[in-house]
């Protein structure tokens, strides 16, 4: 009697080794000869899930995004539990913004394919519409923490899309530096540049 095959299960190990691979030799490798070697498969059996090299690529894409949301959602209970401008709503906010860095195996990993893929995005049209997707996501989560730790300061809503935005560049720059140079930017040091810039911002009294 043939084996029944899981399709998802099988989409999942198929994208698992399309990680694999752009987090150590990078995207470009991901052709489907060189996914369906390095899930142990027969191209054709790749064809079978995905029609081609586009849809794979678009699928793992959002499958990543996906990946690293369920992170954030799992982390933003205790930020929206904790009473801002006290020590557990700060443990709350960094907590949550580590979960954007690659701060473990997992997340390196899959931190190195989500800015692979937003990198490829701007010159892969196909991409595009997770690409969008994947930053309206995350300013959202973004947005969230910054109007529970920024008081107004007469700005309004301009002032709080700045700070977003501002956040935003620390965490991709932090993205950047700890996959490029892991010896320094290690986790305790990420903590402590986001740290930093929470105390730069203007935190409500408790």
């Known amino acids: 009697m043939p084996k029944i095959v899981d399709a998802e299960a099988r989409r999942s190990e198929i994208v698992?080794?399309?990680?694999?691979?752009?987090?150590?030799?990078?995207?470009?490798?991901?052709?489907?000869?060189?996914v369906a070697d390095e899930a142990?498969?027969?191209?054709?059996?790749?064809?079978?899930?995905?029609?081609?090299?586009?849809?794979?690529?678009?699928?793992?894409f959002a499958a990543v995004v996906d990946r690293i949301m369920v992170r954030l959602a799992g982390a933003l209970p205790a930020l929206d539990m904790a009473d801002a401008g006290?020590?557990?709503?700060?443990?709350?906010?960094?907590?949550?913004?580590?979960?954007?860095?690659?701060?473990?195996e997992e997340?390196?990993?899959?931190?190195c394919v989500w800015m692979a893929f937003r990198n490829a995005a701007r010159i892969r049209p196909f991409l595009t519409?997770?690409?969008?997707?994947?930053?309206?996501?995350?300013?959202?989560?973004?947005?969230?923490v910054i109007t529970s730790v920024v008081r107004d300061d007469?700005?309004?809503?301009?002032?709080?899309?700045?700070?977003?935005?501002r956040l935003l560049a620390t965490i991709d720059g932090l993205c950047m530096h700890s996959l490029l140079q892991p010896e320094w930017?290690?986790?305790v040091m990420c903590r402590d540049v986001l740290d930093r810039h929470l105390t730069s911002l203007a935190v409500p009294a408790a």
Do not use: C, K, W
């Not at 029609?51 to 699928?59: F, I, K, R, T």
């Not at 519409?129 to 989560?141: F, G, K, M, P, T």
């Open 16 to 34: 698992a080794a399309v990680f694999r691979i752009i987090a150590v030799d990078g995207l470009e490798r991901a052709s489907l000869r060189e």
């Open 107 to 111: 997340r390196a990993v899959d931190i």
């Open 154 to 165: 007469g700005g309004g809503q301009h002032s709080l899309v700045v700070e977003a935005e």
């Open 129 to 144: 519409a997770v690409a969008d997707r994947s930053h309206r996501e995350v300013a959202a989560v973004v947005g969230e």
């Open 40 to 60: 142990g498969l027969a191209v054709g059996s790749v064809r079978h899930y995905f029609a081609g090299s586009e849809e794979l690529l678009n699928y793992s």
């Open 86 to 104: 006290t020590d557990g709503h700060r443990e709350a906010v960094l907590t949550l913004l580590g979960e954007f860095l690659p701060l473990d």
């Open 185 to 187: 930017m290690t986790a």
